[in-house]
């Protein structure tokens, strides 16, 4: 800086003025929202929102927010899984971009988040307690993606169980993956009940063989609770939902689903490159 203590004629002054500009715009955006919590905005909302890069935008976000994450309860068997498939993923770095990546999520008419794995970000520390109506009309919808298609999402008439989950794999994923060629495919999925009934398993034992599947029950074993390892945790369904519930809400159930076909098709190759070589950095 010079004597007179303009720190904007420097590179780090520069940058300085440059973070600055960006903690305003998003404490502005973050403002218009009730209760100071951007509960349906995502990192990459924001930086479409304020025209400033994803990277500069997350950066100050972590500097100058508070981020509360919701998550079940890990445990330290769950750390130790976790650290023992990063360190499997990392030597096995070339099949990330051929992991289908698979989630499901619930998506309510009143469009409060739902989902046990989701972050929130606040100008002050978090220690209420987020409400909803625990009777508003919702969905359950199953998404996927390698780093080079993305499958259309899928939606379940009732509560997944085994055998809607198998039907799902039969008529909606298996059909899908032939249409792209996708013969190399890694299936990943999380340990929910219904992923681990037998049919699941000897399904996609038959489609995929052992070492083609990621998952509970498998050779290459999903850690519980792991979001921070999955695009459709740490990017995918935040962007959506705050796509959805950004200003006006879907009204019913048809609604519901109309706009989550509406708001997933646009998604380019591009986007979900980009976020599976996101993994790469969580490792």
Known sequence: ?????????????????????????????????????????????VSQLTGNPRASVHRTMKRHLHLSTLLQ??????????VTFANW??????????????DEASFSVDGIINKHNCEIWSRDALHGYLTHNLH????????????????????????????????????HVIPQLKQHNKSSTVFQHDG??????????????????????????????????SPVLTP???WFWGMIKARLYHENKPKNLVELRARIEEESAPVTLEE????????SYRL
């Open 192 to 225: 929910a009940p219904p992923h681990y009934s037998n049919q699941v398993r000897t399904y996609l034992r038959e489609q995929f063989s052992d070492e083609r599947v990621i998952a509970r029950g498998f050779p290459n074993f999903w850690p519980a609770r």
């Open 272 to 279: 979900v490159k980009h976020a599976v070589s996101d993994i």
């Open 136 to 171: 508003s009309p919702h969905l359950c919808v199953w998404m996927g993606f390698p780093s080079k298609c993305l499958l259309r999402p899928f939606f379940f008439d009732a509560t997944v169980s085994g055998d809607s989950y198998l039907h799902m794999l039969q008529t």
């Open 73 to 82: 309860n890990i445990t330290e068997e769950d750390k130790e899984q976790l």
């Open 89 to 102: 993923l990392l030597d096995n770095e070339e099949i990330v971009p051929s992991i289908l990546w698979s």
């Open 1 to 45: 800086s010079d004597e007179s203590g303009d720190l904007s004629t420097s590179a780090s002054g520069q940058k300085v003025h440059v973070r600055l500009k960006y903690t305003a715009q998003i404490n502005r955006l973050m403002n218009a929202w009730s209760g100071g919590y951007v509960l349906k905005l995502s990192v990459n909302k």
């Open 232 to 234: 459709l945790d740490y």
